[in-house]
């Protein structure tokens, strides 16, 4: 007993595992298939949850309050409250915009709908000051204490910063990260026990073998190695379906579905799903196998 204990082997341990794959092809390719979608479904939910963290990231770069000046204010005045502006250290830029830079500007944007201005008596705009802040202002409370301080400077009428934009941008952003967080536990609690459902499957399928093998002497050990070895290449293929999944729907959406909404070609793609998909699939494939053998006792 001795004697066989011993030529059990690594490279003997791998040939049983493929053997076996082989052998319960069908229910190793299913298992496999399973994995896939549920890594190619992760992997979804990380892009999205990617290109939400990117649109939120760029979002204080281009975060502008607008404030505007009281009527009949002086250039001494208006001077005096475009400094008491910059003065605050949350502002990183300050543009004064006069009332007619204002009505330009509006015809600009109204482009051949202009003429519907044409017959006003005198200019309904106020003068305003777009006040660019800091990054890490970019908050709702921050910005809205902010808003109350600039309200304070004399000649302020009022501030305008888009309130509800900016708090559903950031529910948006706390929302994604909650469900895609719920989302990638969920799949890989799935994943998970499909390889343990898998493994425990084939197990059963070879008792006879294991009884065989016990009585000549295999240890514990060896027994287990090529079941905790299946479940790691299951995984391990899985993960590379997956990675195949995702390739050919970033070919789908970027070449095929962008032309036809020109939005979808912003869509960034981490490229860490290269590498971590294969991955990912190797450790729940493994996690699955070593549970499932971990509770049988024989």
């Known amino acids: 007993m001795k004697g066989v204990t011993d030529r059990m082997s690594a490279p003997y341990t791998f040939k049983l595992a493929m053997d076996s794959l082989w052998k319960e092809k069908w229910i190793n390719l299913l298992s496999a298939l399973t994995i896939a979608t ?16 990117i649109a939120t990231r760029k979002l204080p770069e281009r975060f502008v309050i607008t404030v505007f000046l009281k009527e009949g204010l002086t250039e001494e005045k208006i001077r005096d409250a475009v400094s008491g502006i910059k003065a605050n250290p949350k502002v990183k830029s300050a543009k004064y915009i006069s009332k007619d830079a204002a009505m330009k500007e509006l015809k600009a944007l109204m482009k051949d709908s202009d003429y519907i201005l044409e017959g006003l ?3 309904p705009l106020p003068a305003s000051v777009e006040v660019g802040i800091n990054k890490e202002a970019v908050s709702e409370p921050s910005v809205r204490a902010f808003s109350d301080e600039l309200r304070a400077i004399e000649g302020i009428e009022d501030v305008s910063y888009g309130e509800k934009l900016l708090s559903s ?16 536990i969920i799949l890989s609690a799935g994943i998970t026990f499909v390889c343990y459902s898998t493994v425990k499957i084939l197990f059963y399928r070879k008792k006879d073998e294991i009884e065989t093998l016990q009585l000549l002497g295999a240890t514990k050990g060896f027994i287990r190695a090529p079941f905790v070895l299946e479940g790691g290449l299951i995984g391990l293929a899985g993960g590379l379906a997956a990675l195949s999944g995702i390739a050919g729907l970033k070919y789908l959406i970027s070449i095929k579905l962008a032309s036809l909404v020109p939005v979808l070609q912003s869509f960034a793609y981490p490229s860490a799903v290269a590498v971590y998909l294969p991955v990912a699939g190797l450790f729940v494939g493994l996690l699955g196998a070593l549970i499932a053998i971990g509770r049988l006792r024989f």
């Open 38 to 53: 549920g890594l190619l479904l992760m992997a979804v939910a990380l892009s999205v949850l990617y290109n939400i963290q």
């Open 121 to 123: 008596d005198e200019n």
């Open 169 to 184: 941008i950031q529910a948006i952003k706390s929302g994604a990260e909650g469900i895609g967080a719920l989302v990638i």
